[in-house]
């Protein structure tokens, strides 16, 4: 599809996601002659920096962050001749009259005919402040031209404050030109569960409570949280990764099918899928990172701009069951942890044993298991039983593993390298619809309250573990346990 011109005006950009992941993916984007002839970026930040500084951080971010490799700086010059700086305090109105006319220049320049995209990589304190601005100063019109806001997690810090923020938005910019990001529904493989769900015989008729024994969400890390404290100390693990990461995944997961592929019918059945969900006290368990001091790990509330008193929780593991035909009675685990043994992204699809197998001696018939990995591997691992070789009648569990990424040279898209691509088009598909916010936080809301009335002390854990014990209690009170489907080989072809 031929892309239209526009200028990307990014708010925050000396910031951390600026310069981890938006720069490089344009780079990216740039190199695979994805991006139209004709666009231009101009990032806005309050920093005083001169053009000069303003490309070196720019190189920096795509040596240190870039899947590709950096060109040399002389062939990289007509990338680079692109980007400019504009300096803004984002409460300054005036400063906002004078970024019109800048954005004016370029678009002759660029001749990026008007259509503009404003990625707010910003607090959320800002994005109001922001896109009033850009309304009251007649840039969020789409007068022969268009205007598209990007805006980042997250989207408010509970229900009624997001639907605050998204009234004040909405007065600004009309609902189809809001791109709410979640960063996971541009991973490769969370667009291929509906293509693995809806694309294949062998899949759907078992996608229910009558196959299904349970599913489990890991998105576990092992960093800690990286000079991030002031945003961590207000959202914690629960806001951070599960009210948006963690709850997508689920809705792909489990939602009905949608009557087309469109944006909207999607979007629908995310939605009745996110206000079917059901907790219970008792079925979330949280927990802090503590210091290791023999590997010099800091404890989380040793962490910049924590507090030594800090509850809050950078480990949430919980179960949830939804409330419809299809899912009576299937638990929904979700565990996510900062400073875990390992780095990992997967769904585990559990389905349910066979009552015992007649003529085989029957050792205990290992579950068949679907297991969806997003990262660091990308594919899809499947495990079922089969006899073992040789005279005597065993059956063992066996598995085939489909990678994706495995394969030498094969390097996915970044998730934002996507995520820029369809906002370019104004494919809003990969994008959270208010509805969608709105449904996660009445769920995550239910927590916090819960959490309210049990305020004890978070409980620690050590560093390389998996969390507190609670949070294997929680599967072993149930007869289950995490699990996790090591990559055995990787092909090299
Ligand atoms: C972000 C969270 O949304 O996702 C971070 O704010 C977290 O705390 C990150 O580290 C994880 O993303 P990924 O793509 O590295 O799994």
Same mark, same amino acid.
């Given at each position: ?52 500084? *303003? ?19 002389? +062939? ?14 984002? *409460? ?12 004016? +220049? ?18 959320? +304190? ?10 009251? *100063? ?25 639907? $605050? ?24 493989? $969370? ?51 599960? /009210?948006? *990461? ?66 809050? +929780?950078?480990?949430? $593991? ?23 043994? /390992? ?37 899809v691992y499947l495990q079922f039983n089969a006899k073992r070789p040789g005279t005597n009648n065993f059956i063992q569990p066996v598995s085939m593993d ?11 898209p970044e998730a934002y390298e996507r995520l820029l691509l369809d906002v370019m088009r104004g494919d809003p598909t990969l994008f959270t619809r208010w ?35 609670? $949070? ?22």
């Amino acid at each position: 599809m031929n892309l239209q011109p526009f200028t990307l005006a990014i708010f925050g950009a000396t910031g951390d996601l600026t310069r981890r992941k938006l720069y490089p993916a344009l780079y990216n984007l740039w190199r695979e002659n994805q991006l139209p002839k004709d666009f231009s970026v101009v990032s806005i930040g309050r920093r005083d920096i001169s053009r000069e500084e *303003h490309h070196d951080a720019i190189i920096r971010s795509m040596e240190r962050f870039s899947r590709k490799q950096l060109h040399t700086r002389h +062939e990289l010059k007509d990338f680079l001749d692109r980007f400019s700086y504009f300096r803004l305090e984002f *409460h300054n109105s005036k400063g906002y009259g004078e970024l019109k006319s800048y954005l004016s +220049e370029v678009d002759q320049t660029w001749h990026t005919q008007g259509n503009k995209i404003y990625f707010l990589a910003v607090a959320p +304190e800002f994005f109001p402040i922001i896109s009033d601005e850009l309304h009251d *100063h007649g840039m969020a019109e789409n007068i022969g031209s268009w205007q598209r806001l990007v805006v980042e997690k997250p989207f408010g810090q509970d229900l009624q404050s997001a639907i $605050a923020l998204n009234n004040d938005v909405r007065k600004t910019f009309p609902e189809e030109n809001i791109y709410r990001i979640d960063h996971y529904l541009g991973k490769e493989m $969370a667009q291929n569960i509906m293509v693995l769900r809806f694309a294949n015989t062998l899949f759907e008729p078992l996608w229910n409570n009558r196959y299904i024994d349970h599913i489990q969400i890991n998105l576990t890390e092992t960093i800690g949280v990286e000079g991030r404290g002031l945003y961590y100390e207000k959202s914690g693990a629960l806001h951070d990764m599960v /009210q948006n *990461h963690a709850l997508q995944l689920l809705s792909l997961i489990a939602m009905e099918p949608p009557i087309a592929l469109d944006t909207e019918s999607v979007r629908d059945e995310k939605i009745k899928m996110l206000r079917s969900l059901k907790i219970k006290p008792g079925d979330v368990v949280r927990g802090q990172y503590d210091c290791d001091e023999k590997a010099n790990i800091l404890g989380y509330r040793e962490e910049e701009n924590v507090s030594p008193q800090s509850n809050t +929780e950078t480990f949430v $593991a919980l179960k949830t069951t939804i409330d419809n035909f299809r899912w009576a009675g299937v638990p929904f685990y979700i565990r996510t942890g900062k400073r875990m043994p /390992q780095k990992y992204s997967e769904i585990v699809v559990t389905f349910k044993k066979l009552p015992g197998v007649l003529y085989f001696e029957k050792e205990d018939l290992g579950s068949n298991v679907l297991v969806i990995r997003l990262q660091p591997d990308e594919g899809v691992y499947l495990q079922f039983n089969a006899k073992r070789p040789g005279t005597n009648n065993f059956i063992q569990p066996v598995s085939m593993d489909f990678c994706q990424n495995c394969h030498n040279g094969f390097n996915s898209p970044e998730a934002y390298e996507r995520l820029l691509l369809d906002v370019m088009r104004g494919d809003p598909t990969l994008f959270t619809r208010w509805d969608e916010v709105e449904y996660s936080w009445r769920f995550v809301d239910q927590i916090e309250n819960m959490w309210k009335e049990d305020r004890g002390p978070t409980p620690l854990y050590a560093p390389n573990t998996w969390g507190p014990q609670k $949070a294997i209690d929680l599967m072993q009170r149930d007869g289950r346990d995490w699990l996790r489907f090591q990559r055995k080989e990787v092909y090299i072809i």
